[in-house]
Structures are given as structure tokens and as C-alpha cells.
């Protein structure tokens, strides 16, 4: 079996996912390439050593552009915060490397336009780069279940989609002022960092957005940095929008980092006119259906356990309701990259879909600003 | 004990509803007053007395104008389809007549402002006329239990209001035109019928809206009416909006006739800076709470079930969890009507706000063939 | 319409739940019979008048005599502590009125056995005494709906039967010392009080039970009075026991007082052959339904919210899941009390049924005491 | 940090789980110590290369006694079938090798006490050998967390512990007859396949039991073999058992392999007298707390999500809510495991917990057989 080299950015929250992902991997999935943790690098060489130890990579580097001309590193996975991406990606797409960068792909569309370029600069027919973005929670078996309701017209037309990533890390006045509250660091708030996640969602199942209108806010506006100083919050902490779809269906997006009691509140409801579908990341391993030809006093809400008929479980559990964890989206995502890479697989998530994210993104904030609906091109 | 004489027009859906209402609400509460069933206006007098007879009134008519006259009639009741409020509360109203009329108020702001214009010319202060709503979700122990958490700060400033008034009753293509679909006879349709109600429990428990910008659309265009014709439905199928609050909370309100599966969902999520709560009227007896001041390891959502603790259950029984009805909820509503009437007691919902509901939902209109957002007066 | 004069022992909990019932009767279900609150007897005749006033009775008697020499009552009906229930009963059956009695019926099945008895001589083919219990929980929708789903056999063969009744109204140690906790005035603790319907639910469903295996425990074993005095707990605070079902099934039956954090903790859940269902009356509008023959990836545990396919549900309401209240289940069974007087119609709990329940409860004590399964007669 | 080379007999369901757990465990927890895949035995050579190219270890073999001798195997891990389990482990631990077995340690107590004979003569001071069962939903983080709410008193005296295990994997009459049908083979049915992890779950929660009363059925009497050959099914499909635990408290443990509906039913309701918690596995990440001092209106189950406050979850990711997986809790038994060998650390379940728990079985048997309650020694 081919061994993949990986040369990773960043072992923070994320970095260790990925770590975890690679390492588990094959055991899973026992193909079709297997992952091998080459090289992590960090911000410098004493943390990247310890790391690359704790997180089984062979080295640590202090200076992640020493993966660009590593032979042995055949991706470059880059888990670092969000204003780092452009110029990593970029360098690492000019190294000839296939790249795996945790999403939001970049601080807006502009950025993310660099890096396309960048990349169709770069690929060719004959040696193409692999490009996946980590939407790791597209990967759940559970959402695959649901895109097939949709795809096969199992749900009818899909007439509304409300979701919403909404959670409480920064609900306390007292989470001190970091990156994430940062313009130049992080771009934008919430909308950036679940927001991102929500919108990819709603594009997954409910196809491309035609208009939408938007609004922000920022409730808690001045928080303490590390250091003491009281400093002004830059960005979102909740952010909401009506979308009309191309399909002509209506939808509301949500966001909010202020959510009190969500934890992982990637949550959805889509009404077709044939059934409708319900979902909560915070009980992944479930999926409710109501099917509108039920017989009459049989019709409610039924809610589906993961089993190995959904895509890519059996791969971990033969056994019904042994659910997954969220470790386990990234491993699936892992087995994605593999595809890609050995097969030409698609990926969930490319570099212009991650464009098109960046794009709604981008329109929902001047959207607020002007207090009208924009059109999406 | 004070008798007060009632004169329902409407035997219908929620006409009997009051009827049962008006039955029981002694045995309930013991006081303040006694309503009296005395006559019941239908469409003609054999319906009229067969419906009499059957809901307990003591006598039927065909004419609705006769209750107007009527010496032993203290208020009239409005249980008819919207486009006839109009006419009948300002009758009703010019009679001398206590009102207590079904939401919504009328078929928009103007006919609201023309009923208040009757009520305001004929109320004195000697002989004040009680003016009622009805919008029984409101009268909900539970509702009142979630205002209570608001008012005192409980969950200190709210931050985001979530509703949603969804059902399924027109969800079939095959369910046949009626008056609800006829923009003269009904004016809205999700937003008038039920959008009514949530936008009610906004205002009831995160205060008036300062602006919005609204959407709405009418999925199955054409429907046959009972003759089998085929005609073109005037009003929508769902509607959503994004609003603001004056109080600078963000919201997000939406309706729909034909989200499958949601039979009464009336559903909310609030969020504040101290907690968080949930409601879904399907489940009408359990109230969520988050609460952030929880010790480390023991904070969640906390299911909470009425009990005697709760304003107005302890009349329906001393055991907690022993759950209200749909029809319970009327009958504190009534009780709400007799202690405005022997005591002057405030309302939930009067024609002032009743109009307030009927100008947010023109604006939401609106709005949403403008693409922009609108402010509210 | 026939009126149906009723006569009420009690005026506390339950009685006042027969109140509102027999008050909203008639303008929820309009017939067959209407029941007229004639006199309600208390412990005195102030207590009496008092609360016959509050509940909307015609007279107040301190003296439940009066009631068997009443030409205008026509049912007695018994709402008092348990150890009243059989000299109640005999003397109004002796008095050749009908009678509707609360559970438990009696403190033991010889008590029981002697209500029969007086029954036996007293009615006649020509005038029959209709006699049924007060199981309200068996009157729920949901639970005909249960029924009718194991005895089409769309369940299969039933294999198993969990059933609790559990509680918390005693679980605090403060709870003082009362009838409920005497032998001679309760008989037994939880047992009698909840486990009785724990009991009736499970042979309703399951059909009888042929062998038993119980245990019971008092866990608070002292308890003050309400003058302060420490008194000895004489009855249990849980009780549980393995069962076998003449059909072959297996079941479990478990009550308790003490459960902390239950309040109407009736729950169950069947496995058929074919199908599972689950219930619990804390949201006794729905009936979770699990059916074995769902197409692959599309089983799961199915939530129905009541409809109007639902038996009496569309007398209270049109609409799907405007579910009902604790209170509307005793205007069903007042609904069958009405049925059976004036057209033969079975009750869902006579005395026999009732006898039964009682002989299952000396059982379990004494299997109990004796450390072994008893064969039920 | 210090190699542990793992050799596992087994690669089916179980065997794979382990395998992911052990290449994932470092990535996880980096350290105390690292397992390494060295050896995986199968039926035969030809699967035991190819189960060990999967499952990533270093070498297969037909023979499983290779593992034996090789020195660089420390610990045996047996995943094979139950009958097999005693000579493996007593071969293991003759050769001096750690040994961690998955449950049920045997086919009765009598085989479990073979196995502690051949430790006990086998075990030094100087070289302790570690002994762990493969009892994995102890390991998560939200009994850890219920374990530490009874073990410091939060929920007072425990008064009552209510338990099952059921599936449905032979639900259907179609399954046909294997290996778990055969009492040679396997020995009980459910009894030893589910109701050993409930067994064990209530002994980890509630403390040793004393006493119980047992019954078991067996309801799919006959299955096809893979022959075609219609047999007789010899062991149990439903079990189920009255309990007392020597604390005085009651209980009810049952298990079940035709409770159609149920995937992963593990789930348990424990009653204090200061608090209740329930449990179930198809939602291995929630715990509900029901606090009997909560303030009037505010007392409700509270459904706590995993966070880092729980034991082990921060070594998976920092973020609460961010749930684990069935998979995930292997790699938790892992690392106890390894902070067994390395550090003397204690295991959740070794040689004599797992004696106590065939004991149980045993006992429940030949109290279903003699239909009387049975002291526990």
C-alpha cells in the first residue's frame, strides 16, 4: 500500500484531530493509501519536537516552510489560525504539494481568489494537486444519509433549510480578548469560525445560494486581553441571515458564539414536500425523519441510529448505534484525502467551493451594513 | 358570584374550544366571576341551535347582530374567519359590548386601527369596555414562568430571540383551497394564521421589534377548491424574517402551513447573557433552562415540568408534572377575561398590541417585496 | 339528552378533577348523557357548601348518607382516602346507584371481594348498576392507540411488558407522617397508590398475569407527624416485581415514592415480535413506535403525536398535537361512565378488573415476605 | 517512553476495535506508554497476514501459542469467542504474559476461577502481571462521572438502581443460529453477552449485590444453522432479575437480544436520596442530574454534555460536547491498560470483579430454574 507523507502546521486543538485521524486511520479504513506523520512544524523547534513526539510524528521543525521541500512530505495539512492560511497554502501549492487546510480557507474571498490562482498555476493534468478543505463535519455518515434523501428525491423538493452553528466560548464576559477577536487575525467572528460550517452545510445539501440578507452583532464589545488591557472586539459574536437558494427554496442561517448550553450546535431542519429531515451535531450519531406517506396515525418523527447502511461506518463499528465520536468525521475525512490522492476521488470540500463560502461570507457582512438583500454571483 | 353573560359568535374549531372554556373555568378557578353561556351566532338559526345544544349555550341564533341587543349579553366573542373581525368587534364594541376576539385582530393594521378607533370613542372611565385577544399560547404556566425569568433578569439581558410557528396542515398539494388561501377573506396566510402567534410571544417576551426585513413565499401555487376548480393561492406558504429589537437583541422569526411534521410548533430559543431557554408547545408542559452560574461539571439544559410553582396551574391540580391541555390554556385565558372584567385586571393581549402584531406583519410583507429592511414605528 | 345526576364523596385532588370532568363534558363530547353536579358531600357541611359552591355542585351535605337516598343522584362517586372506598361503595351499591370509584378500590382484594359481593345481590338484568373504577391513564388516545396496536397484532406476539409508576412526592424526609403512610388507612404505600396503575396498564395491554416475583422496601422508615410526633412508616416507598403474563411474556413492574425527579412517572415500554412501543406520561401525547418491517437505513423509534385518528381525541380538538391534559383523560372516562348508563357500554376498569389489580398487590407482599414467585389465580 | 508489544488473538468485531484503539492510543494520550502492534493470531495464516496488513501489526500467525513464547509479545489480548477464553488466558498467564481479555471473562464462574487459580500461581511481587477484562463502556468519561457523583455523596444514600442491556440483533427469526445459540459455545445468551456489561455497570455503581431473583426466556426457539438445518436455540434471548445490592438498596437488571428498536440499549436510572442520574449508551455523552436542592420551579433533569471537566475526555479534544464514539472508548481502556503495566495503576474491571460477575450470572440462572430468590456469597 502507498505510504502518504503528511507534514503538518499547527498542533493545537485541531493539529492533535489530525494527528489522531492519521494514526487511527488505517486501522479503520485499511486503505486505500495510508497516511504517515512525517513532520510537524511549530512556532518553534523545542515545542515542535515535544509535539512531534506526543502526537507520533517522526520530526519537529520550527519553521514549517522546511515541509515545502521535503521529499517525503507528499501534503501539507495546515491547522493554524485563519490569518496564516493564504501565505501557507500558497507557498505550499507552489512546492507542488497537495494541500489540507482547515477551514475557513482564508480571512475572505479575496484571499481565497490568491490561493485558486495560486493552484491553477501550479496543477497540471499529468501531476494534479489534491485541494481539500476541513469541513469535517460534512464527513458524518449521518449527512451522507441525508444528501442521499435529497439527491434521490426521497425528501421531494426541498422548499426550506434552517440551520444554525451556535455555541458558548465566549459567552463570559471574562474569555479574554485573542486572535479570534482580531479582524486582521481571524477575519470574522462567528460567521467565520461556525459560521463557515453552516453555510458549507446548507451548500452540501441544499445546493447554492442566489440572494441573501444579513445582519451581525456584537454583544460583548470590549473583553480583557492576556495581559490585562481592555481592548475592543473587532468581529461577531452572533450573526443571522434569510438566503433564498437557487433552487427557490428559502432558508435562515445563524450563528453565535454567545449561544448559553450549545456546545457543538451544528444543527439543521430541512422541510421538503415529501418529508423533512432533522439534525443535531450534538447527537451526530441520529437523524430524524418525517415521511409524509406514512399511513394515517403512523406519521411522526422517526429518529434514525448511524448503522452500516449509512456510507463509511461499517469501516468502524459492524454493530448498529455504536456511534461515532467526533474524532471519527476527521478519520473519514482522512480516507477522503486518500481517495483523492491514490484515486482522484471528489473531496467534500475544494478550494472553490471553500471560495464560495468565503464569498457568502463576505456578501452577508456588507449585506448588514446596508440593511438590504445582495445577490450572489 | 357574578354571572357574566357570553355571546360566542362562531361554533367552529376554536369556537368550541371557548365553549369548553367557558364550561369548565369554574370548577377550575371558583372565581372571579362566572361566564355564562347565553348565545351562540352561527351562520343560520338550525346550525345555531344544533351547535347551541351541543357546546351548552342556552340559545342559538342565526344573526350575530341579535347579540348586540341582547340585555343579558356582557361580551361577545369573536370565533369567526378573519376578514368578518373587522365588522363584528366594532358592532360589538359600539354596543356597549365587552370584546374578546380571535387573533388575528383583522386582515391588516388599518382594519386594527378602525376597531381601535370605535373602542376609544365609546370606552369611558365610568364604564370602561374590556378588550381581549385571543392568543391562548400566551396563558401557557410555562410562558408565564419563561416572562417571569426575563422580567427579573433571571437570564439578564437577552441577546437573541429564535421563533418559529411551523405547522403541516397545508403541506399536501391535495388539501383544497379555502378561505385561508384567499387574500380578501383571510389577508396572510402562515403569517396571519400563525405567524400571529409567534410574533405575539416575541413581543410578549423579548418586547417590541424596532425593525425587520421579512420574506415570504407561496410554494404550492394552485390548489382545486370543492368545486374542483383549479385557483391560485394568494398568500404564503412560509414566511421568515431577521428583527431587531428595540432592546438591540438580534431575532429571527418564521412561519409556515407546510413544514411536514409539525403539528403545533410553536417553538422558541432565547438566549441570554445569564441563561438560556426552550420551548416547543408540542411538548407545552416542559420548559428548558440553561443556566451559566452552574457549578463546573453540572451545567446543561435542565428539562423543567409545570408544577404548583407555576402562575394559574395549581387551579387545575396540586400534582406537579400532571400536564395541561390545548384547551386548558383557554381556560386561564378566560380567567384572564374575568378578572379584567370584575377587576380591572390587565390583559395579555389587548387591541393595542394586537395591532402592534398586525403592523409588524404588514411590515414583514412589505419588506419583503421591498428587499430591504424596514423600521417599525 | 338524559341528565345523569351525580353525587361526589370528596372534594380534594381527584374529586376536584371530577368536577371540572363532569363540567366540561358535555361541551367536549355533547352526549350521550349529560352529567348534572348534584351534591357533594364532605367531611362537614361548611366544608361542604363551601366547596360545593367552588366546584359548581347544586348542594353541600357534611353526611355522604344523604347521597343513597337522593332521588336525583343517580352515581355515586367516590374520590375518598382508600380505606373508605368499601363501606362507600357497599352502601351506595345497596342503594341501587352506580358507582365510580377511585383506585385503589380497596385495601386488599377481601375488601374487594365483598364490594362484589353487594354488587352481585344488588344488580339486576333489568336494571344493571354500572360499576367502574377511576384508571384515568387508561383513557388517554395514546394508550387506545397502544391497544389497538397490539390487538390487530401490527406488534406481533408481545414478548416483554417494563412498566413503572414512579413518583417523588415522598422523597423528601420532610414529607410528614400521613393516611398515606398507615396501613390501616392506605393499606399499601406506593403500591396501592401508583403501582395500581402501573398494574391496570400493564393487563390492559399485556393481558393477566400468571405468576409474580416482587419485593418492596421503606426506605424513609420514620417520619414526623403533623404534630411533630416521630411515627413509624407502615407501607412502602418502592416496590417492584418480575412477572409472567399468561400469554408467555415477560414483564417487569416497579412503583415508587421516592423517585426523585419523577412527578408523572407512568412509563412503559413493550416489545413485540414485530414492533416496540414506549410511553411515558410526563409527554402523554405521544407514543414512540418502533416497527420491525421499516425499510433498510429507515427504522427507528417513530414519535406519533395525538391526531384526530386517535380514539376521542378530535371531540377535544381538530388539530394534530394539540395534545391534551391530565384533566381532559377523567372527561373521557366521565365520557365512559356516560356510555356505559345509558348504552351498556364496556368500562375500561369494572370491579372485577379492579378485584384483580388488588389480588396482583397482596401477591407481590407476599412473595415478597416469602422470598419466591406466587402463582397468580 | 517504554514499548508495549501487544499480540492479539482475534480480529473480528471486537478484535478491530481493539486494533484501531491501540494505533490511535499515542496520538490520544501521549503516554505512559506506547502500544505496538506486534502480532495478530487468526484461524489461520493466510487471514492472520491479512487481518494483520489491515489492522496494521507487524506480523500474523495461524497458531495463536506463537504468542507465547515470543519475547517481544508483554501482553495477550483475547477478542476470540467466550468458550475459548479460559484456556487462552490461562496459557497467557502460565507464560508470564499481561493478559486483557474481553468479556465475558468465561462460560461460568468455575472456568473464571481456573483462570485467577492459574494468576494466582503464576503472579509475583516482583513480577505482577496485570489483568484487565474488556468491560469498555466503564471507561466513558460520563460514568466516570456518575461514579464520582455517588462516590462523594452528591446524590445521597443510593436507594435504587434500574439497568438494561438489549438489542435486536436477533430479533429477527431469520438470524440464524451461530455460535451465541450454542451453550457449549457460548454459554448464556444475553445473559453473558449484554447482561455482563449491565452486571458490571451495577457493581461499578451500586457496589456488590447480596441477593437476587432471576428469570429467562428464551422466545426464538428454533433457527436455521448456516446449513439450512432448522435447531434448537440453547441459551437465553431475554433475562431479567430482581436485585438487592448490599448497601440494602433495590435494583432491576435486564438484558435482552430481541428488544426490537434497541442498537446500543445499555442504560441505566439511578435514584439517591439527594439525586438521580440516568444513562444510555445510544447517547453516551449526555448524563441526566435530576438535584433534589435545586430552588422551587427551577428542579428538572439536566442533561449534562461531555467536557473537560469529565476524566479522560480533554486527551480527545478541548472542546465540551464534542462528543466521543464507541471506538473512542477502547482507546480510554487502552490507556489503563498501559498505566496498569507501567505504573500499577488499577483497571476497571480484573480477574475477580469479572469472577463476581460470572458469579452473578450463575446464580441468576439457578434462581430463574428454582423460582425462588438466591444469596449471592
Chains 1, 2, 3, 4 share one sequence.
Not at 479574554?176 to 482580531?182: D, I, L, N
Not at 442561517?253 to 450546535?265: D, H, M, N, P, V
Not at 455504536?322 to 475544494?350: C, Q
Amino acid at each position: 500500500m502507498r505510504d502518504i507523507g503528511i507534514g503538518l502546521i499547527g498542533s493545537g486543538y485541531i493539529g492533535k484531530t489530525h494527528a489522531i485521524a492519521y494514526a487511527a486511520h488505517n486501522a479503520v479504513f485499511g486503505g486505500p493509501a495510508r497516511p504517515v506523520c512525517r513532520a510537524l512544524a511549530e512556532i518553534d523547534q523545542q515545542k515542535a519536537d515535544q509535539e512531534a513526539t506526543s502526537l507520533g510524528f517522526k520530526r519537529g521543525t520550527g519553521n514549517w516552510r522546511d515541509l515545502l521541500d521535503a521529499d517525503d512530505i507528499d501534503v501539507i495539512a495546515i491547522a493554524t489560525p485563519n490569518a496564516l492560511h493564504k501565505e501557507m497554502a500558497i507557498a505550499a501549492i507552489q512546492a507542488g504539494k497537495h494541500v489540507y487546510i482547515e477551514k475557513p480557507l482564508a480571512l475572505d474571498a479575496t484571499e481565497a481568489e490568491a490561493i485558486i490562482n495560486a493552484y491553477e498555476a501550479q496543477t497540471t493534468n499529468t501531476n494534479p494537486l489534491v485541494h481539500m478543505l476541513g469541513y469535517n463535519y460534512l464527513c458524518n455518515p449521518m449527512i451522507s444519509v441525508a444528501k442521499t434523501m435529497i439527491d434521490s428525491g426521497e425528501l421531494g423538493e426541498i422548499v426550506h433549510f434552517r440551520g444554525r452553528h451556535n455555541e458558548d466560548y465566549m459567552a463570559s464576559p471574562d474569555v479574554p480578548f485573542s486572535w479570534r477577536c482580531s479582524r486582521t487575525a481571524a477575519g470574522t467572528g462567528a460567521l467565520g469560525d461556525m459560521g463557515s460550517h453552516i453555510i458549507g452545510m446548507a451548500m452540501h445539501l441544499a445546493g447554492p445560494a442566489s440572494s441573501l440578507s444579513g445582519d451581525t452583532t456584537t454583544v460583548i464589545q470590549r473583553r480583557k486581553d492576556h495581559t490585562g488591557t481592555m481592548r475592543t472586539v473587532e468581529n461577531d459574536d452572533q450573526a443571522q441571515a434569510l438566503v433564498r437558494f437557487e433552487s427557490g427554496a428559502m432558508g435562515i442561517l445563524e450563528t453565535s458564539r454567545i449561544a448559553l448550553g450549545k456546545k457543538q450546535g451544528l444543527a439543521f431542519e430541512i422541510v421538503g414536500t415529501k418529508g423533512s429531515i432533522e439534525f443535531d451535531q450534538e447527537r451526530m450519531n441520529e437523524l430524524r425523519l418525517y415521511e409524509a406517506n406514512a399511513p394515517i396515525g403512523r406519521a411522526g418523527f422517526k429518529t434514525l441510529l448511524v448503522d452500516s447502511s449509512c456510507p463509511d461506518f461499517g469501516a468502524f463499528c459492524p454493530a448498529p448505534g455504536h456511534g461515532l465520536g467526533y474524532n471519527d468525521l476527521k478519520i473519514i475525512e482522512v480516507n477522503r484525502l486518500m481517495k483523492a490522492i491514490v484515486a482522484g476521488a471528489p473531496v467534500p470540500v475544494d478550494l472553490y467551493q471553500a471560495r464560495d463560502i468565503e464569498r457568502i461570507i463576505d456578501t452577508w457582512i456588507t449585506s448588514a451594513e446596508q440593511r438590504t438583500w445582495l445577490n450572489l454571483d
